[in-house]
């Protein structure tokens, strides 16, 4: 297997052809529709990927926000270049040893789905041949990009896509990776090294969406196929295994194929719905009625094969549903999955004979209202059943929730890009490199090991800050004095624990975070206590004293702590004698009931072991 990796990263200094805010809104000031059509690139071919999309037919409609200008209307001409953008890309390119360009060019890259409403997206090359060394191997950097970011889908329909405009004309940073990673675990490693090195540059968006990850994967006799938009960083390792696995799985059905003879016959769909009238449920419902047809075609040689294998989630029969379902249908069904959704053995039989098909042969039905989408859909299945007889297509896929991936569209070339005769070429001298070179931000490597040494922390501890959003937060925080084994806790543990509640957390101001803290060290409450302060603060307490009275963690002293702990000892006595030291843990769980989050646990245990200690001596009588 081969992998290689194109990270994208937003920016966040403004728009990068207007001078409009980087930021995303709720707020819709109106809206307006358009259709897209393919063009052809610089040499006048059409793009397959840019072909397959404008054959679709969507009308897509975009909703204007306050984000906006006319420029993202594509009424306007784009601006100049964002300055502070282009710099941070090429401060990347030389933290990557890479080699900038000596003029940039900005492109027009062809993209029909609507999330441009240009129908393309402007790109442009600034560095090529870095590298990157991650884990002892060197991994090498093909090119480095700064491009727009695409419009946000909001909304979709059979007949339209609803996009906002604000996430439009963002500016991100697309670094590409040569095909030199063998496995999962080393695309996500690679992954993580380079969010790093982009987040030192201080100059990146943060949070769900603002980095994506495409995964290119091939394997020997496969071909590279692309999955796009990777949101997920601890994902990235299910979805290069498991393309691997469904390639595997595809050559293995490919060799089958062929050892068979099987075929697709090229025939048009035969209208099979007097066949499949009456069914109730299922992808096969309605057929006879409300102008609702069934069509089917033959797959010659295919029977049993279309059906997931014992192990394995992958099947041929979902990759033909997938191409189904990118023109529109939302089902289909095939003869590995009946008798069933209505089919009994005389149906079926029946649909044999009308398509003219032996036992060893598959078949696919299909049911909608419009015969021309049916006929359209049933043909891209066919043309999915005669690749697989060569094996894996080139071709885009949609990362799924659950590791797995789906068909999107045709995989994109070449013939998607011309020039853009709107922004004049940009020069890269040689002043201006040796100005970012004098002020880099720190590596990742660099960084771990002054962070080991100077906090006394874990090799792990440190990639675990180093590789996620909170490393500035915590260089902030420790800098402010805050002892680093308690930011830790805090960043690590208590905010990702609230994080999870919610889809979408607004996390708390770093001035709120150093006065937990502060208040921690102070001791006016346990670092315990710090997750139920984040939650009353979360939940509306408009300041930390509020949140700290709400969370019920005021007004707790040392002293009361004492009179708490002597007379729950007393009052168990002959626990005590019988079990003497062991009576620690069962006596402390009743403690921790009434102080936990106010003192800190190790104060409350040192308490309850001088207490036992002093009572066991005594050896008088239990009170009352």
């Known amino acids: 297997m081969k992998a290689g990796l194109e990270v994208h990263q937003q920016l966040a200094v403004g728009k990068l052809f207007c001078a409009c805010p980087a930021e995303l809104s709720d707020e819709v000031l109106g809206s307006f529709t358009r259709r897209l059509r393919a063009a052809g690139g610089e040499d006048r071919g059409i793009d397959a990927a840019a072909a397959f999309q404008a054959a679709r037919g969507f009308e897509y409609r975009y909703e204007i926000s306050p984000m906006n200008c006319l420029v993202e209307m594509d009424e306007e001409p784009p601006h100049a270049l964002n300055g502070a953008a282009l710099d941070t890309a090429l401060a990347l390119a030389l933290l990557l040893h890479a080699r900038p360009v000596d003029e940039i060019e900005v492109m ?4 029909v789905d609507g999330s441009n409403t240009s129908g393309f997206q402007r790109t442009a090359l600034v560095a090529v041949d870095g590298h990157l060394e991650v884990g002892g191997h060197r991994v090498s950097i093909l090119s480095i990009c700064l491009e727009e970011d695409a419009a946000r889908k909001v909304e979709a329909s059979d007949t339209q896509v609803v996009y906002r405009l604000d996430r439009l004309g963002i500016p991100l940073i697309e670094i590409a990776t040569g095909p030199d990673l063998t496995s999962g675990a080393q695309a996500r ?6 969010g790093a090195l982009l987040r030192a540059s201080r100059r990146v968006r943060r949070g769900i969406g603002s980095i994506r990850e495409d995964l290119n994967v091939s394997t020997e006799g496969g071909r590279r196929v692309e999955i796009k938009g990777v949101q997920e960083l601890g994902k990235i390792q299910e979805y290069v295994d498991g393309e691997a696995a469904r390639q595997k799985l595809l050559l293995s059905i490919s060799a089958e194929l062929r050892a068979r003879g099987a075929s697709v016959p090229n025939r048009p ?18 057929a006879g009625r409300d102008d609702r047809r069934a069509f089917g075609i033959g797959l010659v040689g295919f029977a049993g094969l279309l059906r997931a294998p014992d192990g394995s989630s992958e099947r041929l029969g979902r990759e033909l549903a997938d191409r189904a379902r990118a ?38 039905l299909l049911v909608d209202r419009s015969r021309e989408r049916a006929e359209t859909a049933l043909h891209h299945v066919a043309e999915r059943a005669r690749a697989a007889l060569d094996g894996v297509p080139h071709e885009t896929r949609d990362p799924l929730p659950d590791g797995r991936s789906r068909y999107s569209r045709p995989l994109p070339g070449r013939d998607r890009m011309y020039p853009e005769t709107d922004i004049p070429p940009i020069p890269v001298t040689a002043a201006h490199l040796r100005e970012l070179e004098g002020r880099l931000p720190e590596r990742p490597a660099a960084l771990r090991a002054r962070l080991e040494r100077e906090h006394g922390l874990s090799s792990e501890v440190v990639r675990r800050i180093v590789y996620s959003d909170d490393e500035e ?8 004095g805050h002892g680093a084994a308690l930011v830790v806790r805090l960043l690590t543990q208590d905010l990702p624990a609230l994080d999870a509640a919610e889809r979408t957390p607004e996390r708390p101001t770093l001035e709120t975070l150093d006065g937990i803290l502060g208040a921690v060290e102070a001791g006016r409450f346990a670092k315990e206590g710090i997750p139920t302060v984040l939650e009353a603060l979360r939940a509306g307490a408009p300041d930390l004293d509020s949140a700290v009275e709400r969370a019920g963690l005021s007004g707790f002293t040392l002293r009361e702590l004492e009179a708490l702990v002597d007379r729950l000892v007393r009052s168990n006595l002959d626990l005590v004698r019988r079990r003497g030291d062991e009576a620690f843990s069962p006596l402390m769980g009743d403690v921790m009931r009434e ?4 003192l800190d646990g190790k104060v409350v245990a040192d308490t309850l072991r001088r207490t036992i200690a002093t009572v066991r001596a005594e050896g008088g009588p239990a009170e009352a």
């Open 108 to 111: 027009r890259k062809i993209v």
């Open 189 to 194: 490693e690679v992954a993580e090294e380079l």
């Open 269 to 286: 769909p035969v209208d099979l719905t007097s066949l499949c009238e009456g069914i109730a449920s299922g992808p096969l419902s309605g």
């Open 327 to 364: 023109v529109g249908l939302r089902g289909l069904v095939h003869s590995d999955e009946v008798p069933g959704y209505g089919l009994t053995p005389d149906r079926v039989g029946a649909v044999r004979e009308a398509l003219g098909l032996s036992e060893r042969d598959a078949f696919v």
């Open 473 to 480: 937060a915590f260089e902030t925080l420790t800098g402010r």
């Open 595 to 598: 102080v936990r989050g106010r």
